[in-house]
């Protein structure tokens, strides 16, 4: 039988993937059966994991800034937009 065109042929899983285990991950660590031992070594692994998400979604937003340089140009909010209320007057706190 064919393989699935959708069939990865590389050991090295797509973000979603990786999204799919963290999640994993972190039921099992709620979950109250799970041993402090074992919840460790998961923290570790979901960390890890985390970081390898971090690094390919930089790299990702690297590569959209070189295909559309324009799109990253411009500024983050309009000219017009009101400014943000800080946080002391959100608040009630002197600085």
Do not use: W
Not at 25 to 30: F, G, L, Q, V, W
Not at 67 to 90: G, V, W
């Amino acid at each position: 039988m064919p393989a699935s065109s959708k069939s990865r042929t590389s050991a090295v899983p797509t973000i979603e993937e990786l999204i799919q285990r963290l999640e994993e991950i972190t039921r099992n660590i709620e979950n109250p059966d799970t041993g402090l031992e074992n919840s460790i070594a998961l923290y570790e692994e979901g960390m890890s994991l985390a970081e390898e998400c971090r690094k390919r979604l930089l790299e990702t937003r690297k590569k959209l800034e070189t295909i559309n340089p324009a799109e990253t140009a411009r500024p983050a909010k309009p000219e017009n937009a009101p400014e943000s209320p800080r946080m002391n007057d959100l608040f009630g706190t002197e600085s």
